[in-house]
Every structure is written in C-alpha cells, then in structure tokens.
C-alpha cells in the first residue's frame, strides 16, 4: 500500500518537520511575510494621513452661516473694531494737512462711500445746526414712510402753530395757512427747498402727536446713528440748543445718503418751490385766485447752479451758528460730503458768498486728489481654509470690515486710475490647527498702490469651533503636521 504523507510533513513544505531536519528556508519565508503585516499597515495608515492631508490642503468651502451664526459674527467684529460703524473716520494712511483756506469757522469733508475724512478744520466744536436740522427730521420722517406708519400722499393737518401768520418774521416760510389742503410730499419738498418752519411743525405733529415726541425719536435716530455730540429740543432748527459738530453732521449725511438715496433727487435737487397753488387753498378762495397766490421760492442752497454734480444738501442760519451748509456732489461715480459751520457773512447775499467758496474749495479739492476703492457686496473677498483639531472641517475667512478706503492721486493720469490701479495681496495661513472663536484673526490683506502700503485690513473667521474629541485630535495632529511639508 502507498503511503501519502501530508503536505504540511512534506520536506518541500514550509511547515514543522518533526524528523528534525527542517530545511533552512522555511523560516525566512515564514518572516517576510510577518514583516510585509506592519509594512502594509503602515503604508495603510501614510495613505490614510495623506489624503486627510490633501483634504487639509483643498477644504471644501464651509456651509453658509445661520442667521445666528451671522448675528454672533457682527456683535464680535463691532467690539473689536468699532469703526466698522462709524461713517466719519479717519484715511488709513498718514496724510500731510492740505493747506485749503476756508472762511466757515468749522468745516469737513469726506468720501461718500468710504467715510474717510478728507479735510477737517475745527470739525469737532458743537455749534447749532440751524435749519440743517431739518435732515435729520426728514430722515425720522421716510423712516416712518419705511416702516408703514404713514404715506408721502397723505393729506397733513395743518395745527394752528404751523400757520405762517403765527411764526416768528425772520423765520423761514413755505406759507402754511388755515384751511390749506397739503400732503405730507408737499411739506417734505417745503422743508427741503424752502427751509419751511411751518412745514416743519406741520410734518413733527403729523409723524408723533407733539412736538415732544417727535424731537425724542430725533434724538434716538441720531443716538442709535452714534452721533454723541448731537442733540435736539426742536425740529426746524431755529432754537440755538440745537447742537452738533460738522464731524458728526457729515457722518449724519452719509447715513442719510445711504438709506434715502432718493431724497437727493426727489427733494434736494430741486431749484423751486411755488405754494400754495390752487389745488392746496380753500374751495372760496381757489376758484378767486387760481395758483396766482403761490409763492415763488428757489432753493436755499445756491451751489446747486454753480458747482458741478451738486444736488444736496441743505443750508441753515441763526445768528448764533452763522451760515451753515451740508453738501454733497457727484462726478464720475464718486460721491463727496461737506459741512461748513459759522460761516461769515452780513446778510444772506454775502452769507452765500462764502458758502459757495468753502463749498467750492472743499469739493474740486476732493475730486482733484482722491477717488474710492471699492471691493465690497460681490466683489468681497473671503478664503476657505482647511481646519484640524477641531470640530470644523474649513473656515471662511472674511475681512473684519468693508474694504472701502479713499485712495490718495499718487499714481497714474487721474485719481479714478490710481483706485484701480491697487494691488491686493492677501496673507492666510495654509490649515489652521485646534479651537477657534468667531471673529479670530488668521490673516491679513494688505492694498499697495506703486508699491505704498495704503491699508490693511485683518482677515478673521468667520465663525466658532470647538475642540474635537481625543482620537480624532490625535488622528488630525498627524495629518496636521504632514500637511506642513506639502505646504
């Protein structure tokens, strides 16, 4: 009978011999494959780290934040850089004063879009406003139009302390008189050409019930606008307790420019006035004398005629501030704003003389030298970066502030060409490693013109992360540390 041995008895096997004559062999192939197992699974584990490294170095961009995760955003930008809310502030680059004469006692001006303060003089000291208060009145007034609380085609009430025969003979009139039949548009364009205090007391009883009332949601309009040094007691201006500073008042237009834009050309703009017209008088007295009573009215502010791109703003005078004016103009898509205050003068004739040349001097001094850069809404930069160690897998870093900023004539043929001729370099870190809070700085961008640093500003993330747990911190360490030498 034939004898068959098993494989694993066989000499050729790599199995135990039990004769005692094992062949040389067998042990070497038995640990080459022992040491491929720890091999392989180290192989196993540098690829596992690699392509967690890769993902570290191509994140993919975050979700979008929650409307909560947006609040919590703000709040932290607005503590740490609060002049994200102010609209008067300083250029970010150091500036030789322009050496401009102006006669007004007080004056500024600044970018419409930037807020940057161009030129100042005095700009700080409280001085009452006069009729410029009426900015501020129409601001509370399309505010309620925004917010539903009343219509610009609704027909005013005209209280008896509104009538024309029962204000004081130096103030401003737009003619109010009993019976009248007027819209709150009408009164509006009274206030905004002809400086009305009629129409002024007319539209604050209209908007609050009182006079009161109305000045103190003047005063929370300006508080919330961070106006500190501005104060009311009555809305037409003609109280010298009315007070504020051409600085705060600039920021003020700005504001008001921003959310009305409307009111230039619907109001401001406007070179005449005629009222009442027959429409607006009692039927006895219309059908006598037709629009032949209107009163004839042109616009308080006379730049209108004279300076290029000019439609705004208002003008103001009582003899404690002088001759006032807030101006604004327009050319080749930038915006600039100017408050003079005290201005000199002796009667309205060389009180405008003097208007029109500070007015005139600031704004072609401002066109001549700056123009706005602009990076912000859809052209906003931000920077998706990869995360380890902690709950997040990317970030999104975003700038702490509008990237908005006047940019000086330095370069090129003219000052729209330097603004466009800005270089923006942005400094990120390549993976950001544990925790981090909202608002956390990570970065900065930095805006040259010909090779002059003009501004920076930081890049920060745009929202909170925790710490991963134990394992996974380990596991992301690793991947932290190979993503660097491929980086």
Request: charged share 20%.
């Amino acid at each position: 009978m034939e004898t068959i041995t098993p494989d694993f008895f066989s000499p050729d096997s790599s199995g135990p011999d039990f004769s005692g004559s094992a062949p040389k062999e067998a042990p070497k192939k038995r640990n080459r494959k022992l040491l491929l197992l720890p091999a392989a699974v180290l192989a196993a584990l540098f690829a596992a780290q690699g392509t967690s490294a890769y993902r570290l170095l191509n994140p993919k961009e975050p979700e979008q934040l929650s409307a909560a995760q947006t609040a919590a955003l703000e709040k932290t930008l607005d503590i740490h850089f609060p002049e994200r809310k102010k609209n008067a502030v300083p250029l970010p680059f150091p500036t030789v004063p322009a050496d401009l004469f102006i006669n007004a006692e007080s004056a500024v001006i600044i970018d419409a879009l930037t807020g940057n303060i161009l030129f100042e003089k005095n700009a700080d000291e409280e001085i009452p406003p006069a009729s410029m208060t009426k900015l501020v009145e129409m601001y509370v007034v399309f505010e309620a139009v925004e917010n539903g609380e009343v219509s610009l085609d609704d027909i005013v009430p005209l209280p008896p302390e509104s009538w024309a025969r029962n204000l004081p003979s130096d103030a401003s009139l737009m003619f109010l008189g009993e019976g009248q039949r007027v819209t709150l548009r009408e009164l509006l364009l009274g206030l905004a050409v002809a400086s009305g205090n009629d129409a002024s007391i007319a539209v604050a009883n209209y908007i609050c019930k009182t006079m009161e009332a109305f000045v103190e949601r003047m005063n929370s309009t300006v508080k919330k606008l961070g106006l500190e040094k501005t104060h009311f007691v009555e809305s037409s201006g003609y109280s010298e307790l009315n007070v504020t500073t051409a600085k705060e008042f600039a920021a003020f237009c700005k504001a008001y420019i921003e959310r009305f834009p409307f009111a230039l050309k619907d109001f401001h703009a406007q070179k005449v006035i005629r009222y009442p017209l027959e429409k607006n008088l009692p039927k006895s007295i219309a059908e006598r004398t037709g629009d032949r009573q209107a009163v004839v009215q042109y616009n308080t502010n006379k730049l209108l005629s004279v300076l290029e791109g000019c439609d705004g703003l208002k003008t103001g005078f009582i003899y404690e501030s002088g001759f006032n004016i807030a101006l604004t103009a327009e050319r080749n898509g930038a915006r600039y704003i100017s408050v003079t205050m005290k201005g000199p003068g002796t009667g309205s004739a060389q009180g405008n003389k003097y208007r029109i040349q500070d007015g005139t001097t600031l704004m072609e001094y401002a066109f001549s030298k700056f123009y706005p850069y602009s990076a912000s809404g859809t052209d906003a930069r931000s920077f998706t970066v990869g995360t380890a160690g902690s709950k997040e897998k990317s970030v999104l870093l975003v700038p702490a502030k509008k990237e908005l900023f006047s940019v000086p004539f330095i370069y090129g043929n003219s000052p729209k060409e330097a603004a466009e001729s800005i270089q923006v370099t942005a400094s990120i870190p390549h993976i950001i490693f544990g925790p981090f809070e909202e608002g956390q700085q990570f970065g900065m961008l930095t805006y040259t013109l010909n090779g002059r640093v003009l501004c920076t500003i930081p890049l920060v993330s745009d929202r909170k992360s925790g710490q991963t747990d134990p394992l996974s911190w380990l596991w992301e360490f690793a991947a932290y540390r190979l993503s660097l030498l491929f980086a």
